[in-house]
């Protein structure tokens, strides 16, 4: 019998071990692709939810049920003792909301003098029949003694129940639409007189304690006006700022402070632009305490830090031969920036800067420390006038207990991620047309 020594194993050749090694290295790099895709799906399931959630909520907010009546103006009820000539005010005062439930009640052939069938009406259309009815007759006073057919806002609960919200099989006890509601509601749609149709009003009302007659209208204009506001000042302001720090500052240990600071002035919460804002447009200086103006400086403060990265980036990613070759054909250091460097930097500036209005667009907690929470019902004419935004109008919405207010809030916040998407689709686009490389 033969003894084996240990000395004369055949031992791992150097190939080998680099076979080994190598694929050790591929297995290492196949878990860590492994783990990215994993957490890119963890990330695109939960905003797949989260949008499914908004969408299914807030898709209805964007239809609104109507129903369609032969209003008589009866010269009775809007001015008995025909005093509209000397008292426009006649008009202004009268019983609207009767004309409807004098309309609603021929329409579903209700004896008139069966009161407690009259009271089973009440809270069937929208309270804003009043207003509605009001500005017909205030626009073209000849409507009275006259019948138009006009459409009228179906009261919150029951535009819910015609779209299907409300569990109409629990007992009536349980829920905010009576039986007998619900066969007027199903008769008048046999009819054809109620039905849904696109709502406007989201796009166009102000706000209301009501949720059928509440609108957009006001935040949208507001978010206009801010985002202007920014535009305005934040770009021009902050390029300045860019083109100085990074074409003409000298370093040393000022100019170093200052881009310390800027980076984390981008960091800072926004709630606390809002105190920097409430403190000194609002306490300081008097501004008015929810006007577009303010917020649209306090968004501007928040937003300068990112144009100004985003501008120094772009600046910086210019070659340096560019630099040299203006100044060495005789350019001034103003000329080399602004007719060469800038222009080709322009792309990130761009970019930089639709980004910044972009979350601008969004923010809410700033603008609720300026009283941007303000209930406003009418259109802002100026920068000065009360006005909300769309983040705290949605914000406005989340507060309240009402169904219909809850549909309202998830349609605002599909228009708000609509503009958002928007907005950031296009920095994307701008940079991969104009973008260059060096």
């Known amino acids: 019998m033969t003894d084996v020594s240990f000395d004369t194993m055949p031992v791992a050749t150097a190939p080998a071990r680099r076979d080994i090694g190598l694929k050790a290295r591929y297995r290492a790099e196949r878990r860590f692709r492994i783990y990215g895709v994993l957490a890119i799906s963890v990330g695109l399931i939960f905003l797949a939810i989260m949008l499914a959630s908004i969408v299914q909520k807030g898709h209805t907010a964007f239809w609104q049920t109507t129903v369609t009546l032969p209003i008589s103006f009866d010269e009775k009820i809007i001015d008995p003792q025909g005093e509209r000539a000397t008292d426009p005010n006649v008009l ?15 329409k579903l052939g209700i004896n008139p003098d069966d009161k407690a069938a009259v009271r089973k009406l009440k809270g069937f259309l929208s309270d804003g029949a009043r207003v509605q009815l009001r500005d017909i007759v205030a626009a073209d006073p000849s409507v009275i003694g006259t019948t138009r057919d006009v459409e009228v806002l179906a009261s919150a609960n029951l535009d819910s ?11 009536q006890a349980r829920r905010k639409v009576s039986d007998q509601q619900v066969a007027w509601m199903n008769q008048l749609k046999a009819d054809g007189v109620m039905a849904e149709h696109f709502n406007t009003g989201l796009f166009t009302f102000g706000a209301s304690s009501r949720p059928e007659t509440s609108g957009m209208g006001v935040a949208i204009i507001g978010s206009f006006y801010m985002m202007a506001i920014v535009l305005l000042l934040a770009l021009p302001i902050g390029v300045a700022a860019s083109i100085y720090l990074e074409e003409f500052a000298k370093k040393n240990r000022f100019t170093d402070l200052i881009e310390v600071n800027i980076n984390n002035l981008a960091a800072v919460p926004s709630i606390v632009f809002g105190l920097l804002g409430l403190a000194v447009f609002v306490n300081f200086l008097g501004m008015p305490r929810s006007a577009s103006i303010v917020g649209g400086l306090v968004l501007t ?23 040299a070759a203006a100044l060495g054909l005789g350019a001034s250091r103003m000329q080399m920036v602004f007719h060469h460097i800038l222009p080709l930097a322009a792309p990130g500036i761009l970019t930089g800067t639709i980004i910044g209005l972009a979350r601008a667009l969004g923010e809410t907690a700033p603008l609720l420390l300026i009283g941007m929470v303000a209930f406003v019902a009418d259109y802002p004419a100026t920068p000065f006038d009360p006005a909300t935004a769309l983040p705290v109008q949605i914000y406005m919405w989340a507060n309240e207990a009402e169904r219909a207010f ?20 296009t920095a994307i686009v701008l940079r991969r047309r104009f973008e260059r490389r060096w």
Request: proline share 4%; charged share 15%.
């Open 406 to 425: 809850v549909e309202r809030m998830s349609g605002a916040i599909i228009i708000l991620l609509i503009f958002l998407m928007a907005m950031n689709i």
């Open 92 to 106: 202004i005062k009268a019983n609207y909301p009767k004309l409807a439930e004098n309309a609603l009640v021929a």
């Open 161 to 171: 129940a015609f779209k299907g919200q409300i569990d109409l099989s629990v007992d």
């Open 301 to 323: 403060l928040m937003t300068l830090p990112t144009i100004i990265i985003a501008t120094r980036a772009a600046l910086a990613a210019v070659p340096s031969s560019i630099r």
